[in-house]
């Protein structure tokens, strides 16, 4: 799940507002050239080191910052000079920017975007968020539809009913607008959903009750659709909060996934093994270069674990083609300011000498100028023949222990 606090939102979506549509404008005159050929795979040129993504960012913070460097950043919108601030300090960046197919937010900004761009800069163009494209429930069985749907607990986010046509029209020309902006590498598609929590509801658009499979099909053609409208040299990444059943039609039309809250109870990835599984499962459905974030986060306590952290940042570098994002939490995403951790971020492992090495005890990887080390069973003893720094707390030697349930990074010192 992806859902925020309304207070959180509108701070955010007011940095998202593309001011009075002007802008948008000129850029869909500017357009962008098309290509047939599918999106380029990534490539490690000398370094793997840590790959870092932003998910939801808040840009003005990432802007701000003097030093963060995120090698993948996903927002619901970049401006033309905003692109350029972040790619003046990162040029390799991967800029991909979106929103929905199947909900959106109850917040008056958030909705406000999603309209203008898709009405290419016009808020009051013809396309517009209608009351009959909600899916919403009779509750009391008068034949009168009286209550949103929504995923347990976020009110805040209001299910659409996907097989409306007036919906898809709105969300296609959306991600039409966004996927033809020069500055956009790609789309980002947020909770892509394989299991039905608006089963029974239907909308005065579509008057037929959503089942099941109703609501994946619905869905499949949307993203066939959005994979259609977007230029085919540029990403389409989805929010998926963990892998897709198997069989599932939504896989084929992406590039990657994000996996949101992993290492945590939201989806169901609360340890390394579920996270690594889950994730080697979209890796082998997607389309090429098929991208996977190890998304973790604090569940919304902004108390940071430092082991979870460790966990999920070292369990991202035992793959390729993975990246690795830290903020608060589901309901707050996207922080930069506090949430940028040098120690960590600005190491420089170098090439890794193979695939990870699966130990009685966890995970090992060496690399070029490192060593990453799950430890998931036991505790792992890690020796060298030269000295190596801890990154957790900078103590060089040639030998150590890192305990059970923790994970660590070495560094082999100058």
């Known amino acids: 799940m992806v859902g925020r606090t309304s207070a959180t939102n509108r701070e955010r979506t007011a940095s998202l507002r593309v001011s009075a549509g002007i802008l948008v404008v000129c850029l869909v005159l500017a357009g962008c050239a098309s290509t047939t050929t599918g999106p380029a795979d990534i490539t490690d040129e000398d370094t793997?080191?840590?790959?870092?993504?932003?998910?939801?960012?808040?840009?003005?913070?990432?802007?701000?910052?003097?030093?963060a460097e995120f090698d993948l950043?996903?927002?619901?919108?970049?401006?033309?000079?905003?692109?350029?601030?972040?790619?003046?300090?990162?040029?390799?960046?991967?800029?991909?920017?979106?929103?929905?197919?199947?909900?959106i937010l109850d917040d008056a900004a958030w909705q406000g975007l999603l309209v203008t761009v898709a009405n290419g800069g016009d808020p009051n163009g013809p396309l517009q968020i209608t009351d009959d494209m909600y899916l919403m429930f009779d509750s009391d069985d008068d034949g009168e539809l009286d209550t949103h749907c929504s995923p347990p607990g976020w009110d805040d986010i209001l299910a659409m009913d996907p097989r409306h046509?007036?919906?898809?029209?709105?969300?296609?020309?959306?991600?039409?607008?966004?996927?033809?902006?020069?500055?956009h590498d790609g789309v980002v598609i947020d909770m892509v959903d394989a299991y039905p929590f608006c089963e029974g509801a239907w909308s005065e658009g579509?008057?037929?009750?959503?089942?099941?499979?109703?609501?994946?099909?619905?869905?499949?053609?949307?993203?066939?659709?959005?994979r259609d409208t977007v230029p085919a040299a540029k990403w389409v990444f989805a929010n998926a909060g963990r892998d897709f059943p198997a069989g599932s039609p939504f896989p084929q039309h992406l590039n990657g996934y994000l996996l949101e809250n992993a290492l945590g109870e939201l989806f169901g990835l609360e340890t390394v093994d579920e996270l690594l599984d889950s994730a080697d499962r979209a890796l082998t459905t997607t389309q090429s270069p098929h991208m996977v974030v190890y998304s973790v986060d604090t569940d919304?306590?902004?108390?940071?674990?430092?082991?979870?952290?460790?966990?999920?940042?070292?369990?991202?570098?035992?793959r390729d083609h993975t990246y690795f994002a830290f903020d608060s939490g589901p309901r707050d995403h996207g922080g930069v300011s506090g949430w940028w951790f040098a120690d960590y971020y600005d190491?420089?492992?170098?090439?890794?000498?193979?695939?990870?090495?699966?130990?009685?005890?966890?995970?090992?990887?060496?690399?070029?100028t490192g060593r990453v080390v799950v430890a998931l069973e036991g505790d792992i003893g890690v020796s060298f023949d030269e000295p190596y720094r801890d990154t957790a707390d900078a103590t060089v030697d040639t030998s150590f222990t890192v305990n059970q349930g923790d994970a660590r990074i070495f560094l082999l010192e100058p």
Do not use: C, N
């Open 48 to 67: 793997r080191d840590t790959r870092l993504a932003l998910w939801l960012a808040k840009k003005a913070e990432l802007i701000a910052h003097a030093d």
């Open 73 to 103: 950043v996903l927002s619901g919108w970049f401006e033309q000079s905003e692109a350029d601030d972040i790619l003046d300090r990162s040029p390799s960046s991967k800029l991909l920017a979106g929103l929905t197919v199947t909900w």
């Open 165 to 183: 046509s007036g919906w898809r029209q709105l969300v296609l020309s959306f991600y039409g607008v966004v996927g033809a902006q020069p500055q």
């Open 206 to 226: 579509v008057p037929e009750s959503l089942s099941a499979d109703a609501w994946v099909d619905a869905q499949a053609e949307l993203l066939e659709a959005v």
């Open 300 to 318: 919304d306590t902004d108390v940071i674990d430092p082991e979870r952290f460790r966990l999920g940042l070292a369990t991202s570098l035992l």
């Open 347 to 368: 190491i420089e492992l170098g090439e890794p000498d193979g695939p990870a090495v699966i130990l009685q005890e966890g995970y090992m990887r060496d690399f070029a």
